[in-house]
């Protein structure tokens, strides 16, 4: 189980991003996370999958000091996480040995590997670097966004193979999206980052229609 106690997070402007956030992620169980955007979901994600520092509380799972990290994050852009002067060969066996069962699994043609980033779409990209995480073999997920800049069909298509790989696999995935009827159609319970916000003195945020509150 991946346990999350306390955790908050502070700016470098003081601003407390969030406050005391305490979950539980089982193997194979999916829960959703949503909120308004600029709250700090993100910021969560990178500091349980040991991108940021937690400042205060603590983060418990089984091989958590171990490399590859168990927690894996998926971004939002996959343009923004992969080396685009790499060939995509080499991004995926940054994550370990290729598996051409894995790269059938997730519809990756072979010759994929031989190009550059840009040569693929967003939802292809997309789903290199799901085999990239899937490759890290990760007890945890975490997918921020991971959907959001493609079309529907990709979409459906990227859950889908995600939903079988987690499932077959016992993995434990966290989905932060602000995509209600998604996360509703995924998960087991949906948590709102929202209680975990103090709110700003003086400062505004946007609500999940982008309007400032
Ligand atoms: N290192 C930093 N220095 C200053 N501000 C930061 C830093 N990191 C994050 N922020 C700010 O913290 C806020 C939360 O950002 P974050 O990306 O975590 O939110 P989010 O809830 O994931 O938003 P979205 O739903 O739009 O992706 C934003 O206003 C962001 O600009």
């Known amino acids: 189980m991946l346990e ?3 955790l908050s997070y502070t700016l470098p402007n003081q601003t407390t991003l969030f406050d005391d956030i305490s979950l539980t992620l089982d193997e194979g169980e999916i829960i959703g996370l949503s909120g308004a955007s600029g709250l700090g979901k993100t910021t969560f994600a990178k500091v ?8 205060s509380g603590e983060i418990n799972c089984k091989s958590l000091k171990n490399k590859p990290h168990p927690v894996q994050l998926i971004w939002q852009h996959p343009e923004q996480s992969v080396n685009p002067k790499w060939r995509l060969q080499k991004v995926l066996e940054e994550a370990g040995d290729i598996n051409k069962h894995l790269l059938n699994q997730l519809n990756i043609p072979f010759e994929w590997l031989q190009r ?3 040569q693929l779409s967003g939802g292809q990209l997309q789903r290199i670097c799901i085999a990239r995480c899937l490759l890290t073999n990760p007890s945890y997920i975490i997918a921020d966004e991971i959907t959001t800049m493609l079309d529907p069909i990709a979409q459906a298509e990227i859950w889908q193979l995600i939903m079988e790989y987690v499932q077959k696999n016992k993995i434990g995935l966290l989905i932060i999206s602000h995509d209600h009827p998604l996360l509703e159609n995924l ?3 949906i948590l709102d980052f929202t209680q975990f916000v103090k709110p700003f003195e003086g400062l505004s945020r946007n609500n999940d229609e982008g309007v400032r509150t």
């Open 48 to 55: 349980i999958t040991g991108y940021l520092p937690a400042q």
């Open 187 to 189: 998960c087991e319970k």
């Open 116 to 118: 550059y980033p840009h």
């Open 4 to 6: 999350v106690a306390n």
